[in-house]
């Protein structure tokens, strides 16, 4: 079992910067995979990005990459999403996710563990 505790979200101007932040509990952090994702109102849920059990490979959706940069500490058992330059159509919730397993799926379906979100508002 994993939970998850999202944090960091916000309203900040365009061209800003926000750093999420996902506590996990559980001894089972470090063996699992870990993504960012995010719902905007009327829309699916999509992934932002990924980052494998060591961190040593990321996947990054084409609308973030060179803005957002997500990493973990499997000592603090947290990940991190760094987002700068933020635009208003980061607008959305974001969720943490973690599934156990080495490989890195974007589709949300293949995430067992899901944090609460929390919200996140560009305003141009």
């Known amino acids: 079992q994993v939970q998850l505790v999202e944090s960091g979200g916000g309203l900040v101007q365009a061209g800003g910067s926000l750093r999420l932040s996902c506590a996990a509990s559980?001894?089972?952090?470090?063996?699992?995979?870990m993504g960012w994702f995010r719902q905007a109102p009327g829309k699916e849920r999509e992934v932002v990005a990924t980052i494998s059990r060591s961190g040593s490979s990321t996947y990054y959706v084409d609308s973030v990459k060179g803005r957002f940069t997500i990493s973990r500490d499997n000592a603090k058992n947290t990940v991190y999403l760094q987002m700068n330059s933020l635009k208003s159509e980061d607008t959305a919730v974001y969720y943490c996710a973690a599934r156990s397993g080495a490989i890195a799926y974007t589709a949300p379906g293949q995430y067992n563990y899901w944090g609460q979100g929390t919200q996140v508002t560009v305003s141009s």
């Open positions: 559980g001894r089972t952090f470090s063996s699992s995979t």
